[in-house]
């Protein structure tokens, strides 16, 4: 299988990024520029296993520092631009970075705390480097002795401070991870001349692989600052998309546009709308696969490794599931004993294969926590049918425990988010003296409707009609609006401490 170097050198002129400005990058344009980069950073004594870190929004250089760690044989941190300077400060220290680049906003902020690295500003900022100018004054050729590098990125996981995923580098050269070109071709995204829309933040782990990966297999990537559900629209028409990566939150968006604008947009060429990130709402997945076909295709994976897949028909096929391990995945269901359940009993999710050989960085007492032998654990709870297919129940640490019994708010938040007057919810536990928890719902109601007594009448009796009563919110709160991340995770921590 080819790689984005190999199609550079082919077929120099096609078109690589088309960047949040309209700006086209050639890939022979994007390779020159890596090279140099790749030349810039040994020359400032890097070499293999050492790391960059990068503060900055969707864009270009994104995958200028990419490309050129990941034939260098370094690590690439890419940092969630919204983070304060004491975190990023946190992250590049205990990633061992020896290089930060940064937006100049971004930098103007954390120039103190950064202060032993080598730093590269994109806009003038005092006390850093110009990131335009870094190396352009080296060759734009190939450079020698290249060998893969890994992208290195931190998870935050439910408590403590965020944890750096490290897999040992392979000394191979720079290519396409086989477990990616898998889960692409189940999810029907194929080499050929693809355009792929980046609508989700670069920092987070599926955005970067997956356009990463379309980059390998010669797609052009059209990139997005931030999502906006009538934009997206109007770039897959206007690009002839064929694949994007969105989370369930943004299926919400795109479905609560009016008619009218849905209506006039084409888009046919869409084979491949990957979500992920977040348990998607049966009736959300139904509505969109109503509307684009079947074309909504699923992945199950963290920052930890990707380990099932669904596409469309599959998922038509038995609703609910996350499909099944992809090719050298192993999946397993314990107890809290550590005993292996059998089919249809819910537990907690191990999963093993050779993506999963990977290191907690400085953190071994995180690492033996996750693991079971070879199986590693990210803290979800679900089961396995009697076809090997995965459904996902939970996070542990979400689950409510009321009465003795296990609540999965999951369940309660898809019910919510089928009523009209919700735009977005969380459900989470509060103390209870009796229960032990009892359910509360946090919601977010649609533009122009009174979060009031009468909407929590409304809401209880809708759960009501679906749900047993013990599932049932014993208190709405309502919210102008709810803490989510931008790939569409909702902060449940900062709910549960107001």
């Known amino acids: 299988m080819s790689t984005f170097y190999e199609i550079a050198a082919q077929e120099p002129g096609r078109v690589a990024v088309i960047d949040v400005d309209g700006r086209e990058t050639t890939f022979d344009e994007l390779s020159a520029r890596a090279n140099q980069l790749t030349h810039a950073l040994r020359a400032l004594g890097l070499g293999e296993g050492d790391g960059v870190v990068a503060i900055i929004h969707n864009g270009l250089t994104y995958y200028e520092l990419l490309l050129a760690t990941l034939q260098a044989g370094m690590y690439f941190t890419p940092v969630n631009h919204r983070s304060s300077p004491a975190e990023i400060a946190y992250i590049a220290a ?19 705390e950064l202060s032993g690295l080598h730093r590269f500003s994109r806009g003038e900022t005092p006390g850093w480097a110009e990131y335009a100018a870094w190396g352009t004054d080296l060759p734009t050729t190939t450079p020698e002795r290249r060998t893969a590098g890994q992208t290195m990125l931190y998870t935050s996981g439910t408590t403590g401070r965020p944890k750096g995923v490290r897999r040992a580098l392979s000394g191979q050269p720079p290519a396409l991870h086989p477990i990616h070109a898998h889960t692409l071709e189940r999810l029907d995204v194929r080499p050929g001349h693809g355009v792929h829309l980046v609508a989700c933040p670069l920092y ?16 052009t990537l059209v990139l997005m600052d931030r999502f906006d559900a009538a934009e997206t629209l109007r770039l897959t028409e206007k690009h002839r998309v064929t694949s994007t990566h969105l989370v369930p939150t943004m299926f919400h968006r795109l479905l609560r546009l009016p008619e009218d604008v849905c209506a006039r947009h084409d ?11 977040a348990p998607c709402p049966r009736e959300v997945k139904e509505r969109i696969l109503a509307w684009l076909g079947p074309v909504v295709h699923e992945y199950y994976g963290a920052s930890e490794g990707l380990i099932t897949a669904v596409h469309a028909r599959e998922w038509l096929a038995a609703p609910g599931t996350v499909g099944k391990p992809l090719d050298g995945v192993r999946v397993k ?44 654990t990210v803290g979800d709870v679900g089961y396995l049918d ?3 297919r995965v459904f996902l129940c939970d996070r542990r640490t979400d689950l409510i425990l009321s009465g003795g019994v296990n609540i999965y708010p999951a369940e ?44 929590a009448k409304r809401l209880e009796e809708h759960c009501r009609a679906e749900l047993a009563g013990f599932k049932t919110p014993r208190r709405f709160d309502f919210r102008d609006r709810l803490p989510r991340t931008e790939s569409g995770k909702m902060l449940r921590r900062t709910l549960r401490a107001e």
Not at 101 to 112: E, K, P, R, S
Not at 267 to 277: C, D, E, F, K, N
């Open 386 to 388: 009697a076809e090997g």
């Open 94 to 112: 205990n990633s061992g970075a020896k290089v930060a680049v940064a937006d100049a906003d971004i930098a103007a902020t954390c120039t103190a």
């Open 412 to 455: 309660i938040e898809a019910r919510l988010l089928s009523h009209p007057d919700v735009a977005d919810v969380a459900v989470i536990g509060e103390p209870d003296p009796e229960w032990g928890q009892r359910v509360v719902a946090v919601v977010q109601p649609t533009e122009g409707v009174t979060g009031d007594p009468a909407l």
């Open 333 to 376: 269901v314990l107890d809290d004993d550590g005993r292996e359940l059998p089919a249809g009993e819910a537990g907690m999710l191990y999963f093993s294969s050779a993506h999963t050989r990977f290191d907690y960085h400085g953190d071994p007492g995180k690492t033996a926590a996750a693991r079971s032998g070879e199986f590693v």
């Open 204 to 219: 987070h782990a599926a955005p970067g692989m997956f356009s990463t990966a379309t980059l390998h297999l010669g797609h």
């Open 267 to 277: 888009l046919s060429s869409l084979t491949s709308v990957i979500h992920g990130a």
